[in-house]
């Protein structure tokens, strides 16, 4: 399960990876954010990628508006022979530029992580 925000002028997005579990603590955290900063507008941001694909369940229950979905998800069966080690790289590549990416994003306060109650208790507007 994952779930971080990202703050934007126009509202702050909370982006879900994950199965039934994890679109419900996603939801239940916009919940809780919406009564933390009554002023803020917030948006679910459902992710297909991971281990395996994950469809959003919990879309049908917000507005257009609260909701977007992105299809991130990359099946080892549309893998071409022979590339597999390039592609390697590449992932492990973007792997290690989204980590440093996010760390530094993380520490000027323009992401967010808040998967417990002490990550959560830190959370500013």
Known sequence: MMAFLERSYANTKIHCWGGLGSQMYAWALFERLQV?????????VFHTGGVTKRLPDLEPLFMQNEKDFVQDFESSENSIPGK???KKLINTMKKSFITSTKQVLMSTGFVASANNELEFSKLKP
């Open 36 to 44: 933390k900063f009554p002023n803020k507008s917030f948006k679910l």
């Open 84 to 86: 597999s080690s390039d």
